[in-house]
């Protein structure tokens, strides 16, 4: 089975799974979008009011902010690929609980396996977690780690800077890091250097939104 087949079949267990009571209460599942070729990884909390109507991760105003981001570090959201530790939205944005968050792993864990990336990109605390439990986001965000496989770097939600606007300059600094961190990262996985043409546009100093996930 192919790697793109394999996350296709991984979207289809996702839309019939009922391991957890988060199934009852969603329109649609989100199980992530994305190439099977992707270098970075991008995993985030869980689906918000709109992932749970369109079935897309991060299509609200933080998506929104995560786009300008990726810009910013000379990525596009076609190259990467977007989860999230739980594939269905919690009710009233709550935060996922432990149980729902290991009914999801098997999912999480194969999307992982059958992409392979490069670098995986935490975004919030609940997926720093599975990768630096205990640790705390303001003291590792930004710092790349290797663990089995494959590097991992901690980041703030790109939500956080909505919601408070004195981490906004951390968030951009660590997003500016990251093409070099991913050369870095193909370079002790033996994988080519790829120079990448930075965006110079400036993120908007005023995203506008309350309903963020």
């Keep these: 089975m192919t790697a793109e087949q394999t996350l296709s079949r991984i979207a289809k267990e996702v839309s019939a799974c009922t391991k957890c009571v988060l199934y009852e209460s969603r329109k649609k599942s989100v199980p992530g979008d ?7 990884m991008f995993i985030g909390e869980g689906p918000g009011f709109h992932e749970n109507e369109q079935g897309h991760p991060f299509v609200g105003a933080s998506g929104k902010f995560l786009d300008q981001l ?8 076609e190259e990467v690929f977007i989860a999230n530790v739980v594939k269905c939205r919690p009710p009233g944005n709550r935060d996922p609980l432990p149980e729902e968050l290991a009914a999801c792993d098997v999912f999480l864990e194969a999307q992982i ?6 670098i995986i990109v935490t975004l919030g605390r ?13 003291a590792v965000h930004g710092q790349m780690k290797k663990i089995g496989e494959r590097f991992v770097i901690p980041m703030f939600h790109p939500a956080a800077a909505l919601h408070q606007a004195a981490l906004k300059p951390s968030i ?7 093409p070099d961190q991913l050369n870095e990262a193909r ?18 100093d005023h995203p506008r939104q309350l309903n963020l996930f």
């Design 113 to 118: 396996a059958a992409i392979n990336p490069s």
């Design 70 to 77: 990726l810009s910013q570090a000379g990525v596009t959201r």
């Design 34 to 40: 994305g190439p099977a070729t992707a270098e970075i």
């Design 172 to 178: 951009l600094g660590d997003f500016a890091k990251l």
């Design 126 to 138: 609940f997926s720093m977690n599975r990768f630096f439990p205990g640790a705390k986001i303001s």
């Design 187 to 204: 370079r002790a996985l033996g994988r080519p250097i790829i120079e990448v043409k930075r965006k110079v546009e400036e993120v908007d």
